[in-house]
């Protein structure tokens, strides 16, 4: 006992020690510099280091072993090396438009073999504020060292990735470092021992002979938010084109939508819901194929309520009375029926006998499941009211009741004293604790745009107080908790990030800025995506040979991680890694935070959000699927925690149920009328191809954009300037065209 004590005690002298040697009131005595404004790169001995100057004191941020060094030389520009192995060039590089500077690492081996690329990094205090990795690794308050798993069988389980950024901070002060090249396989990984913590960039497959690779080294002042920024500069930096999807956004959605009808459902009527799933294959159990006649509500209802909101759509426009029946009978059967305890409220989810007996099925009880039958979600309610007050303030005469009035004291006894919601309540309203949850409060904030839409209709003063409260404790909640704090959605453990909680907040403050016109809310906005940035950072996962995204050459630059565990999620799958049905509303988030800022970033990577969305959606990714007919256009349904062991991901194999929750998807058709397929805005001097359109040159003085077909066939789309639709452009296959903007 006595020996552990002392053992622990040396540790924090160990450590206070080395600090006292990291912070230092002048440089070390050196042989190169580069230095600009309060940061510092110096060559001492066959160690490269980083230095940021704060509270007086020169603060080693990382430390990079040169190997035998031969030869340095500097000006003001640049650090030349020669060494053992080859050479190294530092330069120092800007991004404006993010105001972040940092150090370019050229790197030439004679031989590169491995290519090994390490760096020792060093906090402020004996634990990280913040750090990532990937989406396999990352903390709060930990330095964990390495990834959590050591199942070598599997590149996308055990502790190597092929993730492109390191990120640390702590005290305030950040280091990150990057590369450049994503056609190269690298391995990125940790490594720790009792006084040092590194990480490690290593080719995959050793290259026989000489190789010029680019890094990146990143450090200053900024929190874990600052690892957004580092993204958005690496996005600046990367020029790769993003995907382009087999077919175009117009087609897409009417194909999908064509799919509804062979999933009509009966409760009251006929059609008034439809079935989430459609099993194939199912452990064994369906090898024909099944839809189950008794299941609804097996994800939230609120994708239903997008249907009727369609229909509602398409009757406005088609005066086609079909289509407001469909909304009517798709109101009445989630809104006045299923009712919680004696509220008005009506329950999200509902299942059916087949669903709740199925074996195994993700919604049973106890095996992760992320919502209850007989519980009011957070999640889920708020976005069903929601949708349904998007029908009430348009059109009342949808509804049998005012609805909003009806259920407007249910919700506000939903809010806790200090605004939050639970994320779970009883029939009775109160509030339910679900064992193991660290957050009992995960989805807060998606209370604040139903509450809003209940405003709007009422103008009742005391849900305007409500959502403004709600608010505020978001804001603080982001300040005290960081990413975590928006919480996780399709887990038992909401400690972790989701995706749902990522655009929830998002979509959250742009409904604040855009009701209350107050700036504060639209900067908000603009944090959440700094967080968001974090789920496309650095992905450059390598294809499975022989897979479907090996057969086309996919990248998945700008792709969005579904959810952040301790374990690795849909990433490593190849075939859901896209699939989630939220990223295409984080597409149009993404839009609307563009239109808002007028910033061009937000707009290219809500491009590559929904882009990555259609990647597994058509005839040709499905093709030799028996069920293709059935599912055609449908999201592949995924097992994790069954599948792992069996290897399935390791090997890209489908899993074997599909979802046809996919009615988010109905965001992308949204952001097609609202910004067209050539979005154009002259005052802002920006032009951007979304729908399988590039834009390749403008020329604003002419008022001209040239722009090029993706596809290889005949192709026609929207062309909008400044907000307004400006007549169709048609292409053929690959056809390059000049346009007039003016």
């Keep these: 006992m006595y020996e552990e004590i002392f053992a622990r005690q040396q540790k924090i002298v160990d450590y206070t020690n080395r600090a006292r040697y990291y912070k230092l009131p002048e440089l070390p005595e050196h042989e190169a510099e580069l230095i600009r404004e309060d940061k510092a790169v110096i060559v001492c001995g066959n160690l490269l280091r980083a230095y940021i100057f704060e509270r007086d004191l020169w603060r080693k941020k990382a430390e990079s072993d040169l190997g035998q060094v031969t030869r340095v030389s500097c000006d003001k520009d640049q650090i030349q090396i020669e060494t053992g192995t080859g050479s190294e060039r530092i330069t120092v590089a800007e991004d404006p438009a993010e105001g972040e500077l940092y150090f370019v690492r050229d790197v030439h081996y004679n031989h590169a073999g491995s290519g090994v690329f390490r760096s020792a990094y060093f906090n402020e205090g004996p634990v990280a504020d913040f750090t990532y990795v990937s989406y396999k690794w990352i903390s709060r308050k930990m330095n964990q060292g390495e990834y959590p798993f050591k199942k070598?069988?599997?590149?996308?389980?055990?502790?190597?990735?092929?993730?492109?950024?390191?990120?640390?901070?702590?005290?305030?002060?950040?280091?990150?470092?990057?590369?450049?090249?994503?056609?190269?396989?690298?391995?990125?990984?940790?490594?720790?021992?009792?006084?040092?913590?590194a990480h490690v960039f290593q080719l995959r497959t050793p290259v026989d002979g000489p190789l010029d690779l680019r890094y990146f080294w990143f450090f200053g002042k900024a929190g874990e938010e600052h690892a957004g920024v580092l993204s958005n500069v690496l996005w600046n930096i990367d020029k790769s084109p993003v995907h382009t999807p087999q077919t175009d956004m117009a087609d897409f959605v009417e194909k999908f939508v064509s799919i509804w009808p062979r999933s009509e459902l009966k409760g009251v009527e006929e059609a008034d819901h439809y079935a989430a799933h459609y099993f194939s294959e199912f452990f064994g159990q369906f090898k024909n194929g099944y839809r189950p006649p008794d299941q609804f509500g097996c994800s939230w209802l609120e994708y239903d309520l997008l249907k009727a909101n369609e229909f509602f759509r398409r009757w406005k426009e088609t005066g086609n009375a079909e289509y407001r029946e469909r909304t009517v009978k798709l109101i009445n059967f989630y809104i006045y029926n299923h009712y919680a305890g004696n509220s008005k409220l009506t329950f999200p989810f509902h299942t059916g006998d087949f669903m709740r007996n199925i074996m195994p099925f993700c919604e049973k009880t106890g095996w992760g499941a992320p919502f209850e039958a007989e519980a009011l979600d957070s999640l889920a309610l708020p976005e069903m009211i929601y949708d349904a007050m998007t029908l009430y303030l348009q059109d009342e005469t949808l509804f049998q009741t005012r609805y909003p009035f009806t259920i407007v004291d249910d919700v506000l006894k939903l809010q806790q004293p200090d605004g939050h919601f639970r994320r779970l309540y009883y029939a009775d309203l109160t509030p339910k604790e679900k064992a193991g949850w660290i957050s009992q409060y995960s989805e807060t904030q998606t209370w604040i745009p139903a509450i809003i839409k209940m405003y709007q209709a009422t103008g009742d003063g005391r849900l305007r107080t409500a959502y403004l409260k709600t608010a505020e404790r978001c804001l603080l909640d982001m300040e005290e908790l960081g990413m975590f704090s928006m919480g996780g959605c399709e887990t038992d453990y909401p400690d972790f990030w989701d995706v749902d909680g990522y655009r929830t907040m998002l979509w959250a403050f742009l409904d604040l800025f855009d009701q209350e016109k107050d700036p504060k809310w639209l900067d908000a906005a603009e944090k959440v995506q700094l967080y968001g940035n974090i789920m496309q950072m650095g992905y450059n996962i390598p294809n499975v040979p022989g897979s479907f995204y090996d057969t086309i050459n996919w990248k998945s630059r700008g792709m969005i991680a579904t959810s952040y565990y301790t374990w690795p999620d849909y990433s490593r799958t190849q075939c859901t890694a896209t699939g989630n049905q939220s990223v295409a509303w984080v597409a149009y988030l993404l839009m609307r935070l563009y239109k808002a800022t007028g910033k061009a970033i937000y707009m290219e990577r809500g491009i590559a959000t929904f882009r990555q969305v259609m990647l597994h959606r058509d005839e040709k990714s499905l093709e030799g699927n028996p069920h293709k007919d059935q599912i055609l256009y449908s999201i592949y349904e995924n097992n994790p925690q069954m599948d792992d062991e069996s290897g399935l991901y390791k090997h890209s194999y489908p899993e074997n149920s599909y979802s046809l929750f996919i009615d988010l998807y109905l965001y992308i058709g949204k952001i097609f009328r609202e910004f067209g397929g050539i979005a154009v805005n002259t005052e802002r001097r920006q032009a951007f191809g979304l729908d399988c359109v590039r834009v390749l040159n403008t020329d604003w003085d002419k008022g001209e954009i040239t722009v090029q077909n993706e596809l290889g066939r005949s192709h026609t789309t929207v062309l909008t300037i400044n907000g307004k639709a400006a007549g169709q452009v048609r292409f053929a296959a690959g056809e390059t065209k000049n346009i007039q903007v003016r």
């Design 152 to 197: 070598e069988w599997s590149d996308y389980l055990c502790r190597g990735g092929n993730n492109r950024i390191f990120y640390t901070c702590s005290g305030h002060l950040y280091f990150g470092e990057a590369y450049l090249e994503t056609d190269i396989d690298r391995i990125s990984s940790t490594e720790r021992d009792d006084t040092e913590l």
